[in-house]
Nanobody, 128 residues
C-alpha cells in the first residue's frame, strides 16, 4: 500500500520542541521532493518547509526560519521536521507530502501544486 504516515505530534508548551516523522511505504523517497505543510483551524494550508530530491535544495517559510529543520533519511525512507522554539501560532495539523518533481520552492509556495502523495496529518498543539 502506497502511503505517507506522519507521527510525533502532540501537546507542547510555548518554547518547547517536537520532532515530526513521516514514513513512506509502497514507494521509495530517493527521487522525490518532500515537504511539510500545515493547516491551522480556519486557515488555508500553507507550506512550512520543502526539500528537493538532492538535499542541497531546501526551502523554509519565513515564519519558521531559524526554528524548524527539515531532513530526510532515504535509507530509512523517512522524513523529519525538527521544530524548536514553538509558538502558539504553530498550532496546526502538519502534513507531509512527496512530489516527483525536483522543485521544492514551487512545491511549498504554489497554491494548487500537485503532489504525488499526501499523509493524513498529525496534530501539533502549542499551549501553556
Amino acid at each position: 500500500q502506497v502511503q505517507l504516515v506522519e507521527s510525533g505530534g502532540g501537546l507542547v508548551q510555548p518554547g518547547g520542541s517536537l520532532r515530526l516523522s513521516c514514513g513512506a511505504s509502497g514507494f521509495t523517497l530517493d527521487y522525490y521532493s518532500i515537504g511539510w505543510f500545515r493547516q491551522a483551524p480556519g486557515k488555508e494550508r500553507e507550506g512550512v518547509s520543502c526539500m528537493g530530491s538532492s538535499e542541497g535544495s531546501t526551502y523554509y517559510a519565513d515564519f519558521v526560519k531559524g526554528r524548524f529543520t527539515i531532513s530526510r533519511d532515504n535509507a530509512k525512507n523517512m522524513v523529519y521536521l525538527q521544530m524548536n522554539s514553538l509558538e502558539t501560532e504553530d498550532t496546526a495539523v502538519y502534513y507531509c507530502a512527496a512530489s516527483g518533481l525536483n522543485l521544492p520552492y514551487n512545491m511549498c509556495t504554489l497554491v494548487g501544486y500537485e503532489m504525488d502523495y499526501w499523509g493524513k496529518g498529525t496534530l501539533v498543539t502549542v499551549s501553556s
